[in-house]
């Protein structure tokens, strides 16, 4: 699988060096500005703000407009997106070192036959008029790191290879959270309904 | 395959990552096991709760792009120009082109037994993305679709809204497939395009659905009340399948 360069600091070409001006912003415009919407989008969701998103999305575009020459030609939109990630984590280091909202646990049990058919009903709770509001509420309350992992799945339609080059984990790692991550919403989604 | 092994490899199940003995099995578990199957239940209902209600597709603002040519245009002193939107799109279409000829190349030598008629679908829907001739009368409206289509073909067909599905009527369109005029009804699923090709079948019989895959494009199809039903489209196959459903049960 190829590995991800964020920045153009490797540059052992297994294509040719694009030197001219012109070829690189129509190989740009090829790549990565069909995924403008998509990383717009992925920075909202991550910045939770359009203004801090449109910020982001233009650092990483720029990003990946000056390392287009090291880009390997797999997804161009699971590249973009993984400059996305990068650039908000920069920034988030920058401005928001402390906001860690929710903890995290990497290793909460997550057996699969823990995953038991809910005491209530997720379709009838799916179904109510509230079921929006519901729906965010339990995404919102996911840890980050579960957060991106089904926003990438279920909202950018990314397999898991594509997944584990956006938020740099293995494989493994991605099915583990996604399991997890689909195991606390359905509690979130319950635990909302009662409240 | 058991209860245990079945929930374990559920959600590789679930978002098609599942290879194919693999998911076999686990298809004939489900058949046979309630729990099992309401465990699944579950995990879909979840899935097409979040994929419905979540606040996640804004696409980005108009300037952004502006501001981003302006800014690597502005770092990097060109002599080129930023193409133009139009120009972009070509670009878009020139890159689905190519696509799209490695794909029907792709459906062409495939193993599967080939299916004239698919390939026809392919190709229609092929084409009209990279013509751009998706619609010749856009409107979401199925007052309006309905109308503009039975004027123009010898047979009427059933236009429903499906937005309430998250499955948005976009528009129609004529096309001409199995040597005939066809109806192409073109509805949307989030930033996708769904085409349904519909024409009258004179033989008797309805057939159930069936489905066809190629590199990421899903075709499903069935025939119901002699009439023949197409669906094409790059969403994935448990959307498609939930599409043609509030399809056949909104006609």
Known sequence: MAKIHVLATTRKETRPLVTDERSRAQRFERIFVPHLDAAYDFARWLSRDERTAEDICQEACLRAFKSLDSFQGESGRAWLLAIVRNTYYTWFTKNKADAAAVPFDEDGTIAGAELEAPVESIERILQQRDARRRVNAALERLPQEFREVIVLRELEDLSYKEIAEVAHVPIGTVMSRLARARKLLLQHLQNTEES | ?251
């Open chain 2, 1 to 251: 395959m058991d209860c245990t092994e079945t929930q374990r490899r559920l959600h590789a199940y679930l978002d098609q990552e599942a290879d194919r003995p693999t998911a076999t099995a686990i298809g004939q578990h489900l058949d046979s096991c309630a729990r099992c199957q309401a465990v699944f239940a579950t995990q879909s209902a979840l899935r097409n709760g979040i994929r419905r209600h979540a606040d996640y597709h804004h696409g980005a603002p108009r300037e952004l792009a502006e501001r981003i040519r302006a800014r690597v245009g502005g770092e990097h002193k060109p002599r080129w120009q930023w193409p133009s939107l139009g120009q972009w799109l070509s670009i878009g279409a020139a890159a689905a082109a190519a696509a799209v000829i490695s794909w029907t190349a792709a459906i062409q030598y495939a193993d599967a037994p080939s299916n004239p008629v698919a390939e026809q679908v392919l190709a229609a829907h092929a084409r009209s993305i990279v013509t751009g001739q998706q619609m010749q009368v856009a409107s979401s409206d199925q007052h309006t679709v309905k109308p503009w289509l039975s004027s123009k073909l010898d047979f009427s067909l059933p236009v429903p809204d499906l937005a309430g599905a998250g499955f948005p009527l976009a528009g129609g369109r004529l096309d001409y497939l199995d040597n005939r005029a066809v109806a192409a009804l073109v509805y949307r699923s989030r930033q996708h395009v769904i085409d349904l090709f519909v024409w009258p079948d004179a033989k008797a019989g309805d057939e159930a659905p069936r489905t066809l895959s190629k590199q990421g494009y899903h075709v499903l199809w069935w025939k119901q009340d002699g009439m023949n039903y197409w669906a094409i489209s790059d969403v994935n196959a448990a959307d498609l399948k939930a599409f043609s459903e509030a399809y056949a049960s909104a006609k």
